[in-house]
């Protein structure tokens, strides 16, 4: 009894595993963007405590199409952002061309610039691209 109900709980676990993954997984995979951030010798005891924010932007709109969070604050930080990171599902389509993204850590854990805080300049990359590099390079006055 105990053989037959371990063969029919892994039988169908194999054929449930076994189907066509939804559209949107094969987005995710297609526009992620992966790549490096670091930070300038200069500043970087500076930049030593705080929450580092990945930010993506589309266009000039100053809302976030997507953000990333990380309170590991070892450097250099390998990163990847994707469609599935996007704020608000609806504007999960727009995660495509050209995108803008940039890096900050925020002292007081807020993703909004505050005085102390370390960026970098923001870059336009390509949704999909890899192997993006972006390096903190200021400390917000």
Same mark, same amino acid.
């Given at each position: =009894?105990? !053989?037959?109900?371990? @063969?029919?709980?892994?039988?169908?676990?194999? &054929?449930?595993?076994?189907?066509?993954?939804?559209?949107?997984?094969?987005?995710? $995979?297609?526009? +992620? &963007?992966?790549?490096?951030? /670091?930070?300038?010798?200069?500043? !970087? $005891?500076?930049?030593?405590?705080?929450?580092?924010?990945? &930010?993506?932007?589309?266009?000039?709109?100053?809302?976030?199409?997507?953000? !990333?969070?990380?309170?590991d604050l070892d450097f250099p930080k390998d990163f990847t952002?994707?469609?599935? $990171?996007?704020?608000?599902?609806?504007?999960?389509?727009? @995660? $495509?061309?050209?995108?803008?993204? =940039?890096?900050?850590?925020? +002292?007081?854990? *807020?993703? @909004?610039?505050?005085? #102390? /805080?370390?960026? *970098? /300049?923001?870059?336009?990359?390509?949704?999909?691209?890899? #192997?993006?590099?972006?390096?903190?390079?200021?400390?917000?006055?």
């Amino acid at each position: =009894m105990v !053989k037959r109900l371990f @063969f029919i709980f892994f039988t169908g676990f194999f &054929i449930l595993s076994c189907q066509e993954l939804p559209p949107e997984a094969y987005l995710i $995979d297609k526009y +992620k &963007i992966t790549g490096q951030i /670091d930070v300038k010798p200069e500043i !970087k $005891d500076q930049c030593k405590e705080g929450v580092l924010f990945l &930010i993506v932007r589309r266009g000039a709109s100053p809302q976030p199409l997507a953000v !990333k969070r990380f309170r590991d604050l070892d450097f250099p930080k390998d990163f990847t952002v994707s469609p599935a $990171d996007v704020l608000m599902p609806q504007r999960v389509n727009e @995660f $495509d061309g050209q995108l803008i993204i =940039m890096a900050r850590v925020s +002292k007081s854990g *807020s993703p @909004f610039p505050q005085k #102390g /805080d370390c960026e *970098s /300049d923001a870059k336009v990359v390509e949704a999909g691209s890899r #192997g993006v590099k972006i390096t903190i390079n200021r400390v917000v006055k």
